[in-house]
């Protein structure tokens, strides 16, 4: 091209300043941001840091499909960049390698990978009934190499992870990771393998509470649902929300449940929100978030969606102020570790990732961009920093973002400080990890049931909790206060969804719904009594609502499953006009009301 090319300099303090010769509208705002303003005085850079840096040059050559907006051609875009930067002379740069089938089964279900590892687009025809039950469509199609792919992305976040579990790092770098809707059970919205949350189980081995930031314009669903039940995660995620949006939750409400409770913070935001309402928006919380949380460790998922001019997103955020956030959150001086996710106008996700990674290093990157072979995907300008804000109208008026705020500082003053948690060893995959918290709430609960005594003197038994015409003391009134307060704060509810293409009689359903009404019970009574006792103060609330196959079902089955909640299924005996084996009636609770509407929300009653 015959421009001149710039050379990268360096900071001698951990800062990234931007050469005011080469100042454009969003540099400039950049510039005049103060992260250390009063608000923010308690934020203070000790360090430069030690940066790990993760690429691996195939992961750029996978392709989801001509019209597919995702495209992992803007890693390859990215590193380029970085590396014609010079930026890789200050960080340790790694080839990491692949992830282990046992590795992604930490979270993921054995059938789901095995799904993963086995069809291909030659193949996939063999596969049309998995497409269903395994959410493959449109945004998740079969693709090339698409395991392959899974495995290289998520083994770069988990050794990301162990870097700085280890300590040879201080920021830890992954651009191909980030796929953050990604379930337990199934793909979603482009993601197939749920990388952070691989990366964080990691983390929790040594770090008893991480904190995971969400900057993509799309809600971290597959996240913060992994996390839902637990203190040692806080979740907290910046996007569009108006119920409609992919992938249509993030409301202000999703707080947690169990021992999470209030430890999912949510931040839904209207089309066009621009620079500085979003940093001042963000500094504010993520500083209250700070201060109350108090992390071993932060996970910040960089999604370029919520750039201007995205493909897909509706707001106006230059690529200065993305980056903001990014080095408003290293200032912390907490381990961490930065990884991508959306974005899908790549030319501008490779400027945003590129100039990031200038900020984890403490780098002063030139507006100019260095010659490389990709250079006509910056045509015309050539520039870091190209105007991206005013296509869209912000919406986000003063007293909508004011009440925001204060809705969520006060979400987080209910919580006590940070959860004290005693260090172990945690548990190799999710599951091991949610019943170690699960036990933890029961230890929680019976620590504060052991001293209760009632007026006479004498200890409280556990059938003390029936309130009725007999019952002439307060313990019941007492334990709903008690459990709403602190524990769930929430209703209770058990659904019983019921098969309408068997043809069963009323009596036939009448008896399967009772046979699993019962099979819940017991099992809520061995592994949530605390949550059963609140049930029958309640009332004992029970909503029967219908399905059409047992496909369907199923699904809904492991969905629950995966959410941590109690689900059984009813096969019937095959006495009657039913085949033996079928499955007629699927209990799902008592659980938290909230949490079960996600997997039965969408069905009609019977």
């Known amino acids: 091209m015959g421009r001149k090319k710039?050379?990268?300099?360096?900071?001698?303090?951990?800062?990234?300043?931007?050469?005011?010769g080469s100042m454009g509208a969003g540099v400039q705002f950049a510039s005049s941001l103060d992260p250390?303003?009063?608000?923010?005085?308690?934020?203070?850079?000790?360090?430069?840091?030690?940066?790990?840096?993760?690429?691996?040059?195939?992961?750029?050559?996978?392709?989801?499909?001509?019209?597919?907006?995702?495209?992992?051609?803007?890693l390859t875009l990215t590193n380029h960049l970085v590396l014609n930067y010079g930026l890789h002379k200050y960080m340790d740069v790694y080839e990491p390698r692949r992830a282990t089938e046992e590795e992604i089964r930490q979270f993921h279900a054995a059938d789901y990978i095995d799904f993963l590892k086995r069809v291909t687009p030659d193949n996939q025809s063999d596969f049309g009934n998995c497409f269903s039950e395994f959410n493959i469509g449109d945004d998740c199609p079969i693709f090339d190499g698409m395991w392959d792919f899974c495995r290289i992305y998520s083994g770069a976040s988990i050794e990301a992870a162990r870097k700085l579990v280890s300590g040879a790092s201080d920021i830890a770098v992954n651009w191909m990771g980030g796929l953050h809707h990604a379930k337990k059970y199934e793909p979603s919205g482009f993601c197939y393998v749920n990388d952070i949350v691989l990366a964080i189980l990691q983390l929790l081995r040594y770090y008893p509470r991480v904190l995971y930031v969400d900057i993509d314009i799309h809600h971290g669903d597959g996240v913060q649902e992994a996390f839902y039940t637990t203190d040692r995660v806080m979740t907290c995620s910046f996007h569009k929300y108006n119920g409609?949006?992919?992938?249509?939750?993030?409301?202000?409400?999703?707080?947690?449940?169990?021992?999470?409770?209030?430890?999912?913070?949510?931040?839904?935001?209207?089309?066009?929100?621009?620079?500085?309402?979003?940093?001042?928006?963000?500094?504010?919380?993520?500083?209250?978030?700070?201060?109350?949380?108090?992390?071993?460790?932060?996970?910040?998922?960089?999604?370029?969606?919520?750039?201007?001019?995205?493909?897909?997103?509706?707001?106006?955020?230059s690529i200065a102020a993305h980056g903001e956030c990014v080095k408003f959150m290293r200032r912390f001086g907490v381990p961490m570790m930065v990884i991508g996710g959306g974005g899908y106008t790549i030319r501008n996700v490779a400027r945003c990732w590129t100039y990031e990674t200038g900020i984890v290093c403490g780098a002063d990157l030139p507006n100019q961009l260095p010659n490389t072979v990709y250079n006509e995907f910056f045509a015309p300008d050539y520039s870091l920093h190209p105007q991206l804000s005013g296509r869209v109208v912000n919406h986000n008026s003063r007293p909508y973002l004011n009440a925001l705020t204060a809705r969520i500082l006060e979400q987080l003053r209910y919580l006590k400080g940070a959860p004290s948690v005693q260090m172990q060893e945690?548990?190799?995959?999710?599951?091991?990890?949610?019943?170690?918290?699960?036990?933890?709430?029961?230890?929680?609960?019976?620590?504060?049931?052991?001293?209760?005594?009632?007026?006479?003197?004498?200890?409280?038994?556990?059938?003390?909790?029936?309130?009725?015409?007999?019952?002439?003391?307060?313990?019941?009134?007492?334990?709903?206060?008690?459990?709403?307060?602190?524990?769930?704060?929430?209703?209770?509810?058990l659904v019983l969804i019921i098969r309408t293409d068997l043809g069963m009689s009323k009596g036939k359903v009448a008896a399967q719904c009772s046979h699993a009404t019962l099979a819940?019970?017991?099992?809520?009574?061995?592994?949530?009594?605390?949550?059963?006792?609140?049930?029958?103060?309640?009332?004992q609330t029970k909503v029967t609502l219908k399905c059409s196959s047992e496909e369907e079902m199923l699904q809904m089955e492991r969905k629950a499953r995966g959410c941590g909640l109690i689900a059984q299924s009813i096969?019937?005996?095959?006495?009657?006009?039913?085949?033996?084996?079928?499955?007629?009636?699927?209990?799902?609770?008592?659980?938290?009301?909230s949490l079960i509407d996600k997997v039965s929300g969408h069905l009609q009653l019977y």
């Open 36 to 74: 250390l303003s009063d608000q923010n005085s308690n934020v203070v850079e000790h360090y430069r840091p030690r940066v790990s840096y993760y690429m691996r040059e195939q992961a750029g050559n996978f392709h989801y499909g001509k019209q597919h907006p995702m495209k992992p051609h803007r």
């Open 244 to 317: 409609e949006f992919f992938p249509g939750t993030g409301a202000i409400d999703e707080m947690g449940s169990g021992l999470g409770k209030f430890y999912a913070i949510n931040v839904p935001l209207q089309d066009g929100i621009d620079d500085r309402s979003y940093t001042q928006l963000f500094k504010t919380v993520m500083t209250a978030v700070m201060e109350t949380f108090k992390p071993g460790a932060i996970v910040l998922q960089c999604g370029a969606d919520s750039l201007g001019l995205d493909r897909l997103g509706v707001f106006n955020l």
């Open 426 to 493: 945690a548990p190799p995959d999710i599951q091991g990890f949610l019943e170690s918290e699960e036990h933890r709430q029961k230890d929680i609960d019976d620590d504060a049931n052991k001293g209760k005594q009632d007026r006479s003197g004498r200890r409280e038994h556990i059938a003390e909790l029936y309130e009725g015409d007999h019952d002439h003391d307060h313990d019941a009134e007492d334990m709903v206060k008690t459990t709403r307060g602190t524990a769930l704060g929430e209703d209770i509810k």
């Open 571 to 593: 096969c019937d005996a095959g006495r009657t006009q039913i085949a033996a084996g079928s499955r007629t009636v699927l209990g799902i609770g008592p659980g938290p009301a």
């Open 520 to 539: 819940c019970y017991k099992d809520a009574r061995k592994r949530a009594a605390e949550l059963v006792k609140l049930w029958e103060l309640m009332g």
């Open 6 to 20: 710039e050379t990268v300099t360096y900071s001698s303090t951990f800062s990234t300043s931007v050469r005011e």
